[in-house]
């Protein structure tokens, strides 16, 4: 594994030279588009239903394009984000001046596996995407308990390694793991393939990332996988965008009701919220200080 500090100079570095491309994901009608459309409105809904204050301080850690952060400062808070991108900072700076909100906006370049902020600090931190571009998802997972006060909530997604288009293509599914990583080694010997260099974003199965929040001090308050698609075979899309969103569409209603197993928890992201729960070394650190 790549030292933590050119793993994460180097993730961004990529999204340094991506940003617009992260901007137009949400501003199309394309299948990716949707999903990541939703999974943004599902984030913006529970936070509207935790009904906080206004006066609730907020951050959100890796704002990216700067459309939750800016929604919610439209809503009349005033939020804290931050990035390790300033390409992605500068987007966040746009949105805030695009809707008249950028006086409720503070924005930091700062790395969440070190935030620049004094314990239990905030009622809310968000993570949108973040975890997977990330050489330490429980370092900084600590790092967002240390910051959130008692009782605080943390809104964060992970990248399902159980989606429902990655298990159903042979090329891709965790059933036929076994007999690609053979064959990676035998073409690997012969000296017709290599494996990708640089940071590759992580996945992690449902149960494995509440495990980690869990571990890392956090009480489960409710989950839900959203996305379904593209769905390809060997790799190559078999569905237009039109017909994959609607699948899409049929199969996120299905999973937000009580739809099977199968499809309420194989969403390509998995959205966690939970809350900061007191540990014993909370009350240990309070009656030493």
């Keep these: 594994m790549q030292p933590a500090s050119a793993s994460q100079r180097h993730v961004s570095d990529y999204f340094e030279s991506t940003a617009a491309y992260w901007k137009t994901l949400y501003s199309d009608d394309r299948l990716l ?3 990541y459309q939703d999974r943004h409105d599902t984030a913006l809904e529970w936070i509207q239903d935790l009904n ?10 890796g704002c990216g394009a700067g459309l939750v952060t800016s929604a919610l400062a439209r809503s009349g808070y005033t939020v804290e984000a931050l990035d390790s991108t300033m390409a992605m900072l500068q ?5 805030g001046a695009r809707h008249a909100v950028q006086d409720r906006i503070r924005m930091y370049s700062a790395d969440v596996h070190a935030l620049p902020f004094q314990a239990q600090t905030f009622d809310l931190v968000i993570a949108i995407g973040v975890i997977p571009w990330l050489h330490s998802e429980r370092m900084a997972l600590r790092e967002m308990r240390r910051v959130l006060k008692d009782d605080g909530y943390l809104l964060v997604t992970a990248d399902n390694n159980a989606r429902l288009n990655r298990i159903l293509d042979p090329l891709s599914s965790p059933v036929s793991a076994p007999f690609r990583l ?24 449902p149960r494995e990332f509440s495990r980690s929040i869990g571990d890392c001090g956090f009480e489960h308050v409710k989950s839900r996988t959203v996305g379904f698609g593209p769905f390809t075979f060997l790799g190559k899309a078999i569905l237009t965008d039109a017909i994959g969103t609607r699948l899409h569409r049929w199969l996120q209603t299905v999973a937000s009701g009580r739809g099977s197993f199968l499809v309420r928890w194989t969403g390509a992201h998995y959205l966690v919220l939970a809350t900061r729960t007191e540990t014993s070394g909370d009350r240990v650190s309070r009656r030493t200080s």
């Design 182 to 205: 053979v064959a990676k080694r035998v073409l690997h010997r012969c000296g017709l393939w290599s494996p990708k260099s640089g940071f590759q974003p992580k996945r992690h199965y």
């Design 33 to 35: 588009s949707t999903i």
């Design 52 to 61: 906080l204050v206004t006066s609730a301080r907020i951050l959100e850690v």
């Design 91 to 95: 987007m966040t700076r746009n949105q």
